[in-house]
């Protein structure tokens, strides 16, 4: 542990700094315990499994293997990553959280600012590679899959220096009178400082595609009578619309939970934060399982490529068998050509049934 561990409250259990703060918490299970196990449980499942599919169709599909489709399978890895988080958080809730240790509360606490902080930050990479390209006239980024490496490792390095930021020494637990209610062994002042630095940046993110899609449906307007491929201008377009509902979904998903964060550091005793901290955090939840819903929605390669994964064992153990259930061989023949393949995985341009132009 990073922080000063000789002060008087080091010793004190986890719900020593609860009933210090006001937030209740209970040895015995209660109904609302039930239903928060009962029904995160599956959708933690369903959020780790939906990611890995996204990740694992971005791998596979080389129509997919472009800068933005880079970042947005990053997205999905940061949403895996706070599946994971909510299932850890799952399981160390209610009743169960008098049985942490402060350094088991902390990263409990750490995991869900790092998911946090990976989406937000892929977020404002996203929007930087789009306002690049598109004022530029370019359909994609030029950067190097080296550069978008190198991007991907830094957007994850600062979501693990922000997610242990309170384990370092930015907390309450040797000065109880900056103890928050929500995370009552959080200082307010980090609660303030964390919730308007993310608010911030949602702000920016809004702002940098609102002036992309003024400038996107400026110039395609501009465009239109002298051109005779009004296809292309749609392309970036349908593009922008997609990466707006994602953008969008993660502001109306995760604001609510700030403003009860902000509001808790603030001290606003007559907010009743506790009343809606349960509703926050399962909207926020919510938003890693709708990400992977979008994608599917917006973008048919995509959902063509869900297909090939999700049926490859069924097509595997059908290729090896006979009408009657006899297992044998199969006969080599000459592969189909790439161009003929409504399925290629070549670097050529994205297909129109793509996301890049719906």
Sequence with gaps: MLFNSTCEAFNNAVSFFYNKTGKPISSSWRPHDFIVVGLGLPICVFIILANILVIVAIIINRQ???P??????????????AGISYLYLVFHTGPWTIGLTINEWFIRGALINMSLTASVVNLLAVAVERHQTI??????STMTRRRVVMLILTIWLVAVFMGLVPIMGWNCVCDLSTCCTVAPLYSRSFLVF?????LMAFFIMVAVYTHIFIYVRRRSREMSPHTDQPSNNQTVISLMKTMSMILGTFVICWTPGLVILLLDGLSCGA??????????LVLAECNSLVNPIIYSFRDKDMRTTYKRILCFPWRRMRQHEGPSGIRFEPVKTEAPSEKNSNNSTSLEP???QSLLSL
């Design 350 to 352: 994205v297909l129109p």
């Design 135 to 140: 004022f530029t006239m370019q359909l994609h």
């Design 68 to 81: 933005i489709y880079y970042l947005l399978g990053n997205m999905a890895a940061a949403d895996l990553f």
């Design 194 to 198: 964390w919730a308007i630095l993310n």
């Design 64 to 66: 997919f293997h472009y």
């Design 271 to 280: 907010c009743q934060v506790l009343k809606y901290e349960k509703y926050c």
